[in-house]
């Protein structure tokens, strides 16, 4: 996955197991773990370097201490990749963000892909006017049923981020965004960002900075 990332131009990959009460992921070992990682990678003279981070499930949030979101917090920079619960986006996933806030978190939200509807665009908006910023599966905004449903989001300003979502080197999609890059630089509004999109902005999360859009969001 590494070799596959590098040679998309990819140096620094997330990993974000998920957070979830179906997945045994012990919090405490994610940072030994990635050091050893890290360590085979530089062994292996493959130019990535892999950052500590998480997918955390809303339905998990109940049971996750303050210690414990850090820990899973993207590059341990306090902003929280989270999966909304499976459906139509609702008011629990607003509710969901302002609590990371009061906690000292942000919120970059996961796959919207997944929850296309007939209010989706109301959804988003209510949550970039929280806070929140949203994170696309890059494969998606290439082929697939939901493509025209992401591109929508683009043209509206309503993609901050890519990510490859990617779960095996052996099968799924690959660990590469360049191809939703692509996608994005046919967006009018986006098309003059694709480095803010693809470089800045997953950057200052991961330094914990609050990134602002260099493009507006349109309702």
Same mark, same amino acid.
């Given at each position: 996955?590494?070799?596959?990332?590098?040679?998309?131009?990819?140096?620094?990959?997330?990993?974000?197991? $998920?957070?979830?009460? !179906?997945?045994?992921? %012990? @919090?405490? =070992? /994610? *940072?030994? #773990?990635?050091?050893?990682?890290?360590?085979?990678?530089?062994?292996?003279?493959?130019?990535?370097?892999?950052?500590?981070?998480?997918?955390?499930?809303?339905?998990?949030?109940?049971?996750?201490?303050?210690?414990?979101?850090?820990?899973?917090?993207?590059?341990?920079?306090?902003?929280?990749?989270?999966?909304?619960?499976?459906?139509?986006?609702?008011?629990?996933?607003?509710?969901?963000?302002?609590?990371?806030?009061?906690?000292?978190?942000?919120?970059?939200?996961?796959?919207?892909?997944? $929850?296309?509807?007939? !209010?989706?665009?109301? %959804? @988003?908006? =209510? /949550? *970039?006017? #929280?806070?929140?910023?949203?994170?696309?599966?890059?494969?998606?905004?290439?082929?697939?049923?939901?493509?025209?449903?992401?591109?929508?989001?683009?043209?509206?300003?309503?993609?901050?981020?890519?990510?490859?979502?990617?779960?095996?080197?052996?099968?799924?999609?690959?660990?590469?965004?360049?191809?939703?890059?692509?996608?994005?630089?046919?967006?009018?509004?986006?098309?003059?960002?694709?480095?803010?999109?693809?470089?800045?902005?997953?950057?200052?999360?991961?330094?914990?900075?609050?990134?602002?859009?260099?493009?507006?969001?349109?309702?």
């Amino acid at each position: 996955m590494a070799r596959v990332a590098a040679a998309d131009g990819i140096r620094v990959i997330a990993a974000t197991p $998920h957070i979830r009460h !179906d997945h045994d992921v %012990r @919090i405490p =070992e /994610l *940072v030994g #773990r990635v050091e050893e990682v890290n360590r085979e990678l530089h062994h292996a003279r493959i130019p990535v370097d892999v950052v500590t981070g998480g997918e955390v499930a809303e339905t998990a949030l109940d049971g996750l201490t303050s210690e414990e979101l850090h820990a899973v917090s993207l590059g341990g920079g306090g902003w929280i990749l989270l999966e909304p619960r499976p459906g139509p986006l609702g008011d629990s996933l607003l509710d969901s963000v302002d609590r990371l806030q009061r906690m000292d978190f942000q919120a970059l939200i996961a796959h919207p892909e997944r $929850h296309l509807s007939g !209010d989706m665009i109301e %959804r @988003i908006r =209510e /949550l *970039v006017d #929280r806070g929140a910023l949203i994170q696309a599966t890059a494969a998606f905004l290439v082929r697939g049923g939901v493509r025209e449903g992401m591109l929508a989001l683009a043209r509206r300003g309503l993609i901050h981020v890519l990510a490859s979502d990617a779960h095996s080197s052996h099968g799924g999609r690959p660990l590469r965004i360049s191809g939703g890059i692509s996608a994005l630089a046919e967006v009018e509004m986006l098309g003059p960002h694709l480095e803010w999109i693809g470089e800045e902005a997953p950057a200052a999360i991961l330094r914990g900075d609050v990134p602002e859009p260099p493009f507006p969001a349109q309702f």
